[in-house]
């Protein structure tokens, strides 16, 4: 019998006393059942002893793992710590202003510069900093333009007081559809836009002083060809003028070219708008041009839509007109195709340059030498001719894709390029080249400047 229960039986009935069988028998039950209980509190004790002991180890274990991790976030910690000093030591000591923003706009970090070349105090959002400036840069269009495009956006030169300053706003992004912020630098361009003025003043003043003796001598030479003519020595006196001719005439063109990239970079270009139809202008210019054409046997085709009408110069517009057709005339091979399009411009190219309102997109493709790949990005700028119709011994001065671009910015346009040409690949002899150039309906005028000269279209810029 188990020992508690024979304990309290003798405390009870003494030792001495018998106990019934019937009892007995259910004292033997009660007692097996003590008897079961230690065992299994037995059991549980060495169950209890080892799940402590593993989960005491596991603790244990627990316990390193958990201080190792934080010897590594101690570590990484310090190392982002050491990082971000280091990036903003470096912001700091930008001679460009730098303005990081959250997604909201609220002003994440700005360095010294920012607020010396802006002369304003620090702002806890770009709205508040636009308040400040007096919303004379329109920073906060600028930058929510960006985060809605998610495209870098520029814009040079702007004038603010006495300084001229650039802007540069570019979207912080973690994937190509999210972003988390954007960056926006400023950059003290006075100097830089100071020399090109002084550039652009010598150029304009250059060439005034050497388009009068020119014309003098473009005028001499004209009224000694008339002199001789039916004399003897016509053939030869006439063979020389006609060099001095083609020479002087070249020369004006490269005259008449520099005063008229000098009076835009001066913003000296006078804009007087007047009602027109882009069409018909457009077939004048390619009237004008048809000897040359004829004279490559070159195919012309022209695509023009409905409602061409629009109010614009058409001295500017004959220039770029001119400008890019004479372009594809003479980098097309003979029997070239040249194909011209005017059109209402569709939402998406719309969208690409970020324009609104009423636009016509104009396009010329040709079917001739192309622009190398790794010179496209020059094509644009000043003097610039690519190597592969250097080599073609092909007259120009580098300067007619640079005065279409200014005058065509001039006027609230875009214009840009692809090449290979839209019917042609980069595997051909002759890839060609489509410009595009997109202009709004209706210019703003501007009466202060000089008007661009279309006389002598044979004064050709490209």
């Known amino acids: 019998m188990h020992r508690i229960l024979l304990r309290q039986i003798e405390r009870s009935l003494g030792t001495d006393r018998e106990i019934p069988a019937d009892f007995q028998k259910l004292l033997n039950l009660i007692s097996d059942t003590y008897e079961h209980f230690d065992e299994d509190r037995d059991l549980l004790d060495r169950s209890l002893s080892l799940s402590s002991a593993e989960f005491l180890e596991k603790s244990r274990k627990l316990m390193e793992a958990k201080e190792k991790v934080e010897d590594m976030v101690r570590e ?248 890019l057709l004479t372009n594809a005339i003479k980098y097309t091979q003979d029997k070239g195709r040249i194909t011209i399009s005017i059109d209402a411009p569709d939402q998406k190219t719309l969208d690409y340059n970020g324009a609104s309102g009423n636009f016509l997109l104009f396009k010329i493709t040709d079917t001739g030498y192309g622009i190398p790949k790794d010179e496209q990005p020059k094509i644009f700028t000043k003097l610039f001719r690519a190597d592969n119709v250097k080599l073609l011994k092909l007259g120009g001065t580098g300067l007619g894709l640079y005065i279409t671009k200014s005058i065509v910015e001039t006027t609230g346009g875009k214009i840009w390029f692809s090449s290979p040409s839209e019917d042609s690949d980069a595997s051909s002899q002759y890839p060609g080249a489509t410009f595009y150039v997109l202009l709004p309906k209706k210019w703003n005028l501007r009466k202060d400047g000089s008007s661009l000269n279309t006389e002598n279209n044979d004064l050709l810029y490209t």
């Open 76 to 323: 990484r910690t310090q190392e982002l710590r050491e990082t971000q000093a280091r990036l903003i030591a470096s912001i700091e000591s930008l001679s460009l202003g730098f303005l990081i923003l959250d997604n909201d706009g609220d002003v994440f970090h700005v360095n010294k510069m920012f607020n010396q070349i802006l002369e304003v105090k620090y702002a806890k959002d770009i709205d508040t900093i636009d308040t400040l400036l007096k919303n004379r840069l329109g920073l906060a269009e600028l930058f929510r333009k960006a985060q809605s495009t998610k495209q870098s956006i520029s814009s040079k030169n702007i004038q603010y007081g006495q300084k001229a300053v650039s802007i540069f706003v570019t979207p912080i992004t973690l994937i190509p559809t999210e972003t988390i912020g954007a960056v926006i630098v400023i950059e003290d361009s006075t100097k830089e836009k100071q020399i090109d003025k002084a550039k652009s003043e010598f150029v304009s003043m250059a060439s005034h002083q050497l388009r009068t003796p020119l014309t003098i001598v473009k005028w001499h030479v004209e009224a000694l060809k008339k002199k001789i003519l039916g004399k003897d020595f016509e053939s030869v006196v006439k063979k020389n003028a006609d060099h001095i001719e083609v020479g002087t005439k070249r020369m004006i063109a490269l005259v008449q070219a520099l005063l008229n990239a000098s009076r835009i970079e001066l913003g000296k270009l006078a804009i007087i708008p007047e009602k027109m139809d882009l069409g018909e202008l457009c077939n004048t210019v390619v009237e004008e041009l048809s000897q040359e054409i004829k004279g490559k046997d070159i195919a012309v085709a022209l695509n023009f839509g409905k409602d061409l009408k629009m109010e614009a110069d058409p001295n500017i517009l004959t220039i770029i007109l001119q400008n």
